[in-house]
């Protein structure tokens, strides 16, 4: 069946009923079996890959003390909506290469398309709290950001990045319809069809375009903060020798080490900005710049109608965000770059303040190699 590009969706129907039923025809009939290899192909590497980074991001916070903090709480966080986003991937897989619809049971479609909502809404809301984190640690006093992040109120921040999307897009549909297998992508989502779908959709567009303009106010302004704190030290003669430093996130997991975390050089008032929060900053931006860059093109093609496969890889560009963070915090984070390089030399001692369970585990190490030691074996 020959076609063209930018066919919209009636376009895409097999009009000749056959039992009575109206046959769908899927964008990879229409396209070529090769794209049915590729897509399934991607899915899977896209899987792979972030299960495997979002698992060291959540062991490397098991390993040291260095990334008990406020920041790495939401990334944490945003680690699961990833790693949730990846573990379905797999199952988007086998729907793509089954040419005889949806091979498993239908509720576990609908699982799957409910995952699929609450993790993505879930993803740009964390980050919007971490833009939000990095706003009030760098650009307002530190007894302001000591009362906004208290450990019940981050909880609290945490659970509403998944009470929302739950309530709002995920429980209407339970009672209204609207999740399921969908032939013409061979795939489990919400249906873009259904009477109701514009509603959901506009919830999702709502929460984006806050989340959006939340997130370009906080980098703007810290840029801004920064640029302006920077003229003002090269203009003073004496620099800034002698100031505060901003608090150290650790101080916000720790209601009793306060005063532990915070710098010695308070000789006047004058606030002095640590390089490695800004270079912590930066890194964070380049993740909401990835992620952007990974949503915009699905995003704006949606709204079209054109369904063909240019929307299919845009859509695997979409998911393909799950996979990029932990890259990013390898190559650019200042501590979990640190973290990981320890891991993959399987140097475990390097690792900088490391938990309680580290001290463990390396006692125990070390112990067991001591004892093989002296029975005369090889440790």
């Known amino acids: 069946m020959e076609t063209t590009p930018g066919l919209n969706y009636s376009l895409l129907m097999d009009n000749i009923a056959e039992n009575g039923t109206q046959k769908v025809i899927s964008v990879y009939e229409l396209y070529g079996y090769f794209n049915v290899i590729i897509v399934a192909t991607l899915f899977s590497v896209i899987a792979f890959v972030g299960l495997t980074g979002n698992t060291m991001v959540f062991i490397a916070v098991g390993l040291s003390r260095k990334l008990h903090n406020i920041t790495n709480a939401f990334i944490v966080n945003l680690g699961i909506c990833d790693f949730i986003s990846c573990a379905i991937l797999p199952f988007h897989a086998v729907a793509v290469i089954s040419e005889d619809g949806w091979p498993l049971a239908d509720w576990f479609c609908s699982f799957i398309a409910s995952l699929s909502i609450i993790t993505q809404t879930a993803g740009i809301l964390n980050l919007t709290l971490i833009s939000l984190n990095r706003y009030i640690l760098i650009t307002k006093p530190r007894q302001f950001y000591m009362k906004v992040y208290t450990h019940h109120k981050v909880a609290w921040m945490i659970v509403f990045t998944w009470l929302f999307p739950f309530f709002f897009l995920l429980v209407p549909q339970f009672f209204l319809g609207g999740l399921g297998y969908q032939d013409l992508f061979r795939i489990c989502i919400w249906d873009s069809r259904h009477k109701f779908a514009l509603i959901f959709q506009g919830i999702g567009a709502l ?89 915009l093109p699905y995003t704006i093609h949606l709204p079209t109608g054109i369904y063909d496969m240019r929307g299919t890889y845009f859509a695997l560009l979409f998911m393909a965000n799950a996979c990029i963070n932990p890259i990013l915090y390898a190559v650019k984070h200042p501590h979990f770059k640190i973290i990981f390089s320890c891991m993959f030399r399987c140097n475990y001692s390097d690792i900088p303040m490391p938990t309680m369970g580290l001290k463990k585990l390396m006692r125990t190490a070390n112990s067991a190699s001591a004892y093989s030691s002296t029975d005369g074996r090889f440790a």
Do not use: P, W
Not at 251 to 279: F, W
């Open 207 to 295: 929460a984006f375009i806050v989340s959006t303009i939340l997130i370009i106010f906080s980098y703007v302004s810290i840029f801004l903060f920064v640029r302006r704190h920077m003229r003002m030290m090269a203009n003073k003669e004496d620099g800034c020798e002698g100031s505060v430093e901003i608090v150290e996130e650790e101080s916000a997991l720790n209601d009793n080490t306060v005063v532990k975390t915070i710098k010695s050089q308070r000789t006047n008032k004058k606030k002095t900005i640590s390089k490695k929060q800004i270079d912590i900053t930066k890194n964070l931006c380049v993740v909401v710049v990835a992620f952007f860059i990974c949503i």
